[in-house]
């Protein structure tokens, strides 16, 4: 590679493979404020500007047509994605954690951004997403991305500064993400047109008080609301097709929680770390209680598990300090030994059917009933 560095200013000329790992290891990154790419360059590789810590600037090229994975991933100053007309594609993780940036302006070429491209993290300052007119993809309306028909939200600013949102009608998709470290949000209202939900699109909604998911939605992901802290109720549909691993996870004031029919395994930290959580009813058709499923609800006094349940993975349990006794159902074949670890308070096992004779994963002090 050809470059230079001139008062923080870093003068991209090309782009060499045989070089790129060599310069990469370079002890410059702090150096640069600024990046300026020649004319010419089409193709910025992956993690070409990767942890550039003081990086503030980046002036693309009008011949720039695709920006690589994690091509400036943990850039923490760069303050604005302005990309120029002829940019068709942004790599995976492109602008990953760059909290600083504010502003994102998307060309009409542009037909391709990959996964939490343009997702800034804990305490991103986004406030706006721009689409130039006539994309035939994207769309943007007040700072918010959308698909060009507007049936997926794809991306709400984290730090746009609202307290509710109505989701259009039009929407039948929230994108993986979609509303993720929002730190104004309060209340996010939901028709019954929505369908689909991405993974983590509540994640680190730290404000959001109170969730309606519609009967519409199909399925929970992987940490919906994971670590939405202040949610003090949580309404799901009465039957989903999945509820993925950390999905009600963190939620430290939630007290309550029904959870829906369909699904067939309690995916991991699937219902976790929620402390005033008192009491769950695990539904019928479940029949896996998988690693650390319920793992540090602290506050959780009664569970009740489903005739279905036949297996009790590792560490399920683990930390239910308050929970005292608890009904194990006859179909159960198997107990991981650390399924109850660190539950000190339970007292009472009541054990149907006789498929469990190892009672290794007992822990001390409880007594076991048969009945």
């Excluded at 193709?43 to 090229?61: A, G, N, T």
């Excluded at 949610?231 to 989903?240: A, G, I, N, Y």
Aim: net charge negative.
């Amino acid at each position: 590679m050809a470059y230079e560095i001139q008062n923080g200013v870093m003068f991209v000329h090309s782009f060499d493979e045989e070089e790129f790992g060599y310069w990469k290891t370079r002890d410059f990154e702090d150096e640069v404020r600024e990046i300026v790419i020649d004319e010419g360059i089409k193709e910025i590789p992956e993690s070409s500007f990767e942890y550039f810590k003081h990086l503030e600037k980046v002036q693309f090229p009008a011949s720039l047509t695709t920006i690589g994975k994690s091509a400036f991933t943990d850039c923490p100053e760069l303050t604005e994605i302005r990309l120029p007309e002829g940019v068709t594609s942004i790599g995976d993780a492109a602008f990953q954690n760059d909290v600083s940036v504010r502003r994102v302006f998307l060309p009409q070429s542009l037909t391709g951004i990959g996964l939490y491209a343009i997702s800034f993290g804990h305490g991103s300052r986004l406030f706006s997403v721009e689409v130039a007119e006539g994309n035939p993809v994207y769309a943007s309306e007040q700072g918010i991305l959308y698909n060009r028909d507007r049936t997926e939200l794809i991306l709400y600013p984290a730090a746009k500064r609202a307290k509710k949102f109505v989701v259009p009608e039009t929407v039948t998709r929230l994108g993986d993400g979609a509303f993720e470290h929002n730190v104004w949000l309060h209340e996010v209202i939901l028709h019954d047109n929505i369908t689909d939900i991405g993974s983590g699109a509540f994640a680190f909604c730290t404000h959001i008080e109170a969730l309606d998911i519609p009967e519409s939605v199909k399925g929970i992901p992987s940490y919906a609301f994971f670590c939405c802290e202040r949610m003090e109720r949580l309404t799901l549909p009465k039957e989903v097709e999945y509820l993925g691993y950390e999905s009600i996870c963190n939620c430290t004031r939630l007290a309550s929680v029904k959870l829906p029919h369909g699904f067939t395994q309690l995916d991991y930290a699937a219902v976790g770390g929620n402390p005033r959580l008192r009491e769950l009813v695990i539904p019928e058709g479940v029949t896996e209680l998988n690693n650390s499923a319920l793992i540090d609800d602290t506050g959780l006094e009664s569970v009740t598990l489903p005739s279905t349940l036949t297996e009790i993975w590792e560490k399920a349990f683990q930390c239910c300090s308050s929970l005292t006794e608890i009904t194990i159902p006859a179909n159960v074949r198997y107990i991981s030994d650390d399924a109850f670890m660190g539950c000190n308070k339970l007292k009472k096992i009541y054990l149907q059917g006789d498929q469990i004779e190892n009672l290794w994963w007992v822990p001390e002090g409880a007594e076991v009933i048969r009945v």
